[in-house]
């Protein structure tokens, strides 16, 4: 089963993720931000292969690895030291908090730099940046690639080192005072 990732039920995040800062430029397409950048997520969980249940996971680094290898290892209760499947799960799959599921095998992001993903205000989706490790933040597939031609030092890091595959946010865990928007519905046509 695919794991999930958790995101706070009362998330101010911005619909585009913190404003850009005025740095020092260079010559990357990739923005500068202010401050550390925040991810919305604040629990990561992996679900086990055999009995279900949920299980958190301490660190962001250690569920990358989880998700990066589920279709070759499938996670399971006892990779955790002392969990079995007998024991009670963590967390439980509910309403209480806004959940997001992560696609499988998304690569580990590479050192030095941090995959932040930021919902936005109306729950619709999840936006995925990549910090560099000179704190530009790229927001697509082809910042990352002028991000390493540029910059030689990371020759050992590929382009597909990299994904922006947003995490579904799941519907059924929206709190309710929150529009949700319906699947077909497009935004009107301008007229002149």
């Given at each position: 089963m695919?794991?999930?990732?958790?995101?706070?039920?009362?998330?101010?995040a911005s619909e585009n993720g913190s404003p850009a800062a005025n740095k020092t430029p260079t010559k990357s397409s990739a923005k500068k931000t202010r401050g550390p950048p925040q991810s919305s997520v604040d629990t990561f969980a992996v679900q086990c292969n055999e009995c279900f249940?949920?299980?958190?996971?301490a660190t962001e680094e250690l569920f990358e690895e989880y998700r990066s290898k589920q279709s070759e290892d499938p996670f399971v209760c006892n990779k955790l030291e002392g969990i079995v499947c007998d024991t009670p799960a963590d967390i439980e799959y509910d309403s209480s908090r806004t959940?997001?599921?992560?696609?499988?095998n998304i690569p580990k992001t590479p050192k030095g730099f941090q995959r932040i993903i930021v919902l936005r205000r109306d729950y619709s989706k999840m936006d995925v940046q990549y910090v560099t490790p000179d704190g530009a933040r790229v927001r697509a597939a082809p910042g990352i690639i002028t991000y390493l031609?540029?910059?030689?030092?990371?020759?050992?890091?590929?382009?597909?080192?990299?994904?922006?595959?947003?995490?579904?946010?799941?519907?059924d865990t929206i709190p309710d005072h929150i529009e949700k928007k319906s699947p077909s519905a497009k935004k009107p046509k301008k007229t002149a």
């Open positions: 695919m794991e999930k990732e958790i995101e706070k039920e009362n998330n101010e249940k949920w299980r958190t996971i959940w997001v599921m992560d696609k499988p031609k540029e910059h030689p030092e990371y020759s050992d890091v590929s382009p597909s080192d990299f994904c922006f595959t947003s995490p579904k946010v799941m519907a």
